[in-house]
Nanobody, 122 residues
Framework: QVQLVESGGGAVQTGGSLTLSCAAS????????MYWVRQGRGEGLEWVSV????????YYRESVEGRFTISRDNAKNTTTLQMNNLRSEDTAVYYC???????????????RGQGTQVIVSS
């Protein structure tokens, strides 16, 4: 069955960096676009970024553009979200998700991991 396991979250100060990883199994990873999404406390799921199957096309929500970088390694079945210059508003649980449809600024996914907590404090 599909399994997505995120790691790399933690607590950092404003301006700090974190690298989130997602290990995928149970499906042909290289055939699917992958999302990173987040959910702040008391808020809904928010689209953060998406990457195409080959890794050459990436898209970001405006507020993270230039600070976050999504990538993937199809040989290792992993996707990564490098987050730099973190802000307090980036505090959320971050999830990777297997796309059903590759959308920009919207979500249509078939599976999502358990998430990893990111806390950014000043």
């Amino acid at each position: 069955q599909v399994q997505l396991v995120e790691s790399g979250g933690g607590a950092v100060q404003t301006g700090g960096s974190l690298t989130l990883s997602c290990a995928a199994s149970g499906f042909t990873f290289s055939n699917y676009w992958m999302y990173w999404v987040r959910q702040g406390r008391g808020e809904g799921l928010e689209w953060v970024s998406v990457i195409n199957t080959g890794g050459g096309r990436t898209y970001y929500r405006e507020s993270v553009e230039g600070r976050f970088t999504i990538s993937r390694d199809n040989a290792k079945n992993t996707t990564t979200l490098q987050m730099n210059n973190l802000r307090s508003e980036d505090t959320a649980v971050y999830y990777c998700a297997k796309a059903r449809r590759p959308l920009i600024n919207a979500l249509d996914y078939s599976s999502r991991g358990q998430g990893t907590q990111v806390i950014v404090s000043s």
